[in-house]
């Protein structure tokens, strides 16, 4: 059982390049999501979905795209990279559904933006 | 303001000892969850306790267990008798409500170092 699958696990741009953190679950659950990681901030929500074809924003949306076309894959698109966006990325899934609604966390992907 | 805090960066505990990792948060849904995840250094997350608002004990997982303070809204990790293999890196996250199933809000953390 995979859990949840990032690729790739590193990466390192130049400003102004585009790129697709790719996210994969096997656990059909139904709530997806993308957070960053950065140095003294804990994670913080990028973008999530809670279901095929239905994505909002989380806390810090901009300069990311996300779309949800089936239940097992959540991709995160960067259209135009920039040094803010230096960062770990990690993608999660969860049940909707009450109680120790556990979030499962891929291994995480290490960007790096020149 | 903050939904989730943790105070204190980097915390030493003696291998065999207990320690306490401090996590307060803030909310005003009256239903909400809240989690511990560690993070060791090879970077994967790794939930390790529970507890939900309205749960009357406090959480227990083997050597881990979550100190609940409603009235003070504060969720302390306490792990007892130390390894060296808790070295890393502590988050306190939090839940909130029936209709927030999928936003998790973290603290910063707590980098645990455990003394041989």
């Known amino acids: 059982n995979a859990g949840v699958t990032q690729t790739p696990k590193f990466q390192v741009l130049k400003t102004g390049q585009s790129m697709t953190l790719q996210c994969a679950q096997d656990m059909n659950h139904e709530y997806m999501s993308w957070y960053r990681q950065d140095p003294g901030m804990g994670l913080r929500l990028i973008h999530y979905s809670v279901g095929a074809g239905i994505t909002d924003q989380g806390e810090v949306p901009n300069g990311y795209n996300v779309s949800r076309s089936t239940t097992e894959d959540f991709p995160l698109r960067l259209l135009s990279a920039a040094p803010s966006q230096t960062s770990v990325y990690f993608c999660?899934?969860?049940?909707?559904?009450?109680?120790?609604?556990?979030?499962?966390f891929g291994a995480g992907s290490r960007l790096t933006v020149l | 303001a903050q939904k989730i805090t943790q105070t204190q960066p980097g915390m030493f505990v003696q291998e065999k000892e207990a320690v306490t990792l401090d996590c307060t948060y803030d909310t005003s849904d009256p239903s909400y969850g809240l989690f511990w995840y560690k993070q060791p250094s090879s970077g994967e997350m790794i939930f390790l306790i529970y507890?939900?608002?309205?749960?009357?004990q406090n959480a227990t997982e083997g050597r881990y267990s979550l100190n609940f303070q409603k009235a003070r809204k504060s969720a302390n990790l306490v792990i007892s008798a130390s390894q060296l293999g808790d070295s890393a890196m502590y988050f306190c996250?939090?839940?909130?409500?029936?209709?927030?199933?999928?936003?998790?809000?973290f603290g910063s953390g707590t980098k645990l170092n455990v003394k041989p």
């Open positions: 999660a899934s969860n049940r909707g559904s009450s109680g120790a609604n556990v979030l499962t």
């Open positions: 996250a939090m839940r909130e409500g029936p209709r927030n199933f999928n936003k998790f809000y």
């Open positions: 507890q939900g608002s309205y749960d009357q």
